[in-house]
């Protein structure tokens, strides 16, 4: 991921055996990354099981906040896709009970469909 990346705070695909290793604590029995995505240090990280954000907070990043999400909770979900002069794609996702949606960017050479069918696989399957 550049550093112009970075500061846009768009997302890059990162290793899955690194974050597979990284979470091993935090991953259930049996539970895999399938697809992993860096936003500057936050995480987006998409297992067999559900779905976890990774919040890096504080100056150090030492504090961090686990959002753990079950597929099942997910009511439905959009992809933007970046345009011509668009720097970016937009993932958003709703989950039950809540209004306002997560809303992720990615950089305009992820591809923003195989996201959209890493969260389909699990929420439609």
């Not at 559900?50 to 753990?68: A, C, F, M, P, W």
């Amino acid at each position: 991921m550049g550093l112009f990346d970075g500061l846009m705070g768009n997302a890059s695909e990162i290793s899955v055996d690194d974050i597979q290793k990284e979470f091993a604590s935090i991953l259930s029995t049996n539970e895999q990354v399938d697809k992993a995505y860096k936003l500057i240090r936050d995480l987006f990280i998409f297992t067999n099981k559900r779905l976890i954000l990774v919040d890096k907070q504080g100056v150090t990043g030492k504090k961090i906040e686990y959002h753990s999400i079950p597929y099942k909770n997910i009511s439905h979900f959009k992809i933007e896709t970046a345009g011509n002069f668009d720097l970016d794609a937009e993932l958003k996702i709703w989950i039950s009970g809540v209004q306002e949606p997560i809303s992720k960017q990615f950089n305009k050479n992820l591809n923003i469909y195989e996201v959209q069918g890493v969260l389909a696989d699990y929420v439609l399957g």
